[in-house]
């Protein structure tokens, strides 16, 4: 296997080699377009549109970004009306028990699909969780806008503390996001994922110098700095959930709260793409082979006139499957390739959903029998403590945006020993 392996590893070398020599050769028609002049001054760089001119494709990918598309687990939204006026898909309506589960937080308010780009500033202006502009923290901002690439230049790490009223601006995530200003090369623009990689705590790639640390800046876990409020990714021990989970233990984290049922100690865990895909104990085959979050989510497209050049259009992979996967799954064709991606992801989805039910059921038996005082002090201690570790481990495949597909094995992994976790507190909890 390991030969097999590295075999594939040389071939997709090459060929990806191969396709960003193309990409950089081949632009015979692009001699009516103007030279980019660079922006001196970081206000311009954060208006997305001030790019448009000079790299008209890449703006077109960005801007489609608003399409709303719908895959069988994933896709960003509904074109039609689903909630109120805002197209946007409710997961409390979906999912009831994320109500019991987030009890006490400001998830179990408002929790929507993640969908486009372009929606990012919005939806993080419309949320309902924190409804107070003046009290929300500015570093809400921190994954939504260019505007943030100014104030970190500007102030530095004071800004994450100011009140978000006061920050917000404009412009959602864009080119700058990901773009130097001055010649446009690919660079990641979030300090805070330097201190993470400062840690060394990769075990199973070497970041450095990767071009899906673009991703990294916001595809990841992160909770905030306690005085600072800077965003500080939790990767101290290493990225795998044990390894978060040890380093939550270590402090009291800023979204942490003390569930008001079973009154234990719980974490909020936020999307961890970036780690389920590259760094779980179970190793996950598409990061082995040398692939990287670009390489399925933005993929090389031609152009009518030729041209080649990087797709923009962040969204399903499942929606271009033709373009991404077929250089090494042709034997499956398009539409096979497709139902293993939705039999990979119907398993991790059924069972997500499952043991999300299974901790609801957990945690309201955990409650009554405490409002009862029918549990002793030693009892109710191990009940929190397994209550603590259990949510953990469902949250955070739970919240991963690809249903399992970014690391199907790790994703079963985890969900397995959240179950078992749940199952040994209502074992302790009915013998008690
Ligand atoms: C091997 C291909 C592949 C790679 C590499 C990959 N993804 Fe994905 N990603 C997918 C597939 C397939 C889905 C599921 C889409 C669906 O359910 O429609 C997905 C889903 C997602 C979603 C949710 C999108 C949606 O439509 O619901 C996000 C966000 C995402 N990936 C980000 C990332 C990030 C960040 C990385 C790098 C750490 C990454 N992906 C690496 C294939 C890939
Ligand atoms: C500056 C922060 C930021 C960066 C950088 C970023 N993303 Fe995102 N991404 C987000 C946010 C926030 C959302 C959700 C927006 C919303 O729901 O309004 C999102 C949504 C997405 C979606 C759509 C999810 C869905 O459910 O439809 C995909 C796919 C995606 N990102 C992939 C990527 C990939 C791949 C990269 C790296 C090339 C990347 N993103 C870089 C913050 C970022
Ligand atoms: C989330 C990160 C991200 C954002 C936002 C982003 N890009 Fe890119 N861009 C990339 C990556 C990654 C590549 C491919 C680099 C590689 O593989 O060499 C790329 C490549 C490019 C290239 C080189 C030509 C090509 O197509 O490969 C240009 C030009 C470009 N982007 C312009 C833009 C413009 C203009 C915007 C805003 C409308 C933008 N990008 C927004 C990540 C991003
Ligand atoms: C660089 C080559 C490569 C690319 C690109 C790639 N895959 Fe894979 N994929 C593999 C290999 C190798 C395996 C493991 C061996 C196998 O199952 O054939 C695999 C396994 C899978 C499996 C598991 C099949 C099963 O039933 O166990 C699914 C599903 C899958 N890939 C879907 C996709 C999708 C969807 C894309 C595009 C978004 C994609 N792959 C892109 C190489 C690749």
């Not at 979204?255 to 590259?278: C, M, N, R, S």
């Not at 409650?367 to 209550?387: K, P, V």
Request: charged share 25%.
């Amino acid at each position: 296997m390991r030969k097999f392996s590295m075999l594939i590893v040389l071939l997709v070398v090459a060929g990806f080699a191969l396709s960003a020599m193309m990409a950089v050769s081949g632009s015979p028609d692009n001699d009516d377009r103007p030279a980019f002049p660079g922006f001196d001054d970081l206000k311009e760089a954060a208006d997305t549109d001030n790019w448009r001119p000079y790299f008209p494709r890449q703006y077109e990918g960005w801007v489609g970004t608003a399409e709303m598309r719908e895959t069988m687990y994933g896709g960003g939204g509904k074109a039609e009306a689903e909630d109120m006026d805002i197209k946007r898909i409710n997961y409390l309506q979906m999912y009831p028990f994320l109500k019991v589960n987030y009890d006490g937080f400001p998830f179990s308010k408002g929790y929507y699909r993640s969908r486009g780009h372009y929606f990012a500033l919005n939806d993080v202006i419309d949320t309902r969780r924190l409804p107070d502009w003046d009290a929300r923290p500015a570093t809400c901002l921190g994954c939504k806008s260019t505007d943030v690439v100014r104030l970190q230049a500007v102030h530095r790490d004071n800004w994450y503390a100011k009140s978000f009223a006061k920050v917000v601006g404009d412009n959602t995530i864009g080119c700058l996001d990901c773009h130097a200003p001055g010649d446009a090369e690919v660079r990641h623009a979030r300090d805070w994922l330097d201190e993470g990689m400062a840690h060394g705590t990769f075990n199973n790639i070497d970041p450095e110098g990767r071009t899906d640390l673009v991703c990294a800046q916001c595809h990841t876990n992160y909770h905030f700095h306690t005085e600072t409020r800077k965003v500080v990714l939790p990767w101290s021990t290493g990225l795998h959930v044990e390894a978060q989970l040890e380093h939550y233990d270590a402090d009291r984290r800023s979204d942490e709260w003390v569930h008001p049922q079973t009154g234990a100690l719980v974490a909020k865990i936020q999307h961890p793409e970036y780690e389920l895909f590259h760094e779980g104990k179970e190793v996950n085959v598409h990061s082995m082979l040398g692939l990287q979050c670009t390489d399925c989510h933005m993929p090389t497209a031609r152009a009518e006139d030729g041209e080649r050049y990087t797709e923009h259009k962040w969204t399903s992979p499942l929606t271009h499957v033709e373009s991404t996967c077929m250089d090494c799954h042709s034997r499956w064709g398009v539409e096979g390739t497709i139902e293993r991606a939705e039999g990979v992801q119907g398993r991790v989805y059924r069972k997500q959903n499952r043991i999300g039910r299974e901790l609801a059921d957990f945690i309201e038996a955990v409650g009554e029998a405490r409002a009862n005082g029918g549990l002793d002090d030693d009892t109710l201690t191990r009940l929190q403590a397994i209550h603590r570790e259990a949510q953990f481990y469902w949250d955070f495949i739970w919240v991963e945006n690809s249903n399992g597909f970014h690391n199907w094995g790790e994703a079963h992994r985890v969900l397995d020993n959240a179950e078992a976790l749940i199952k040994e507190g209502m074992e302790l909890l009915n013998g008690s």
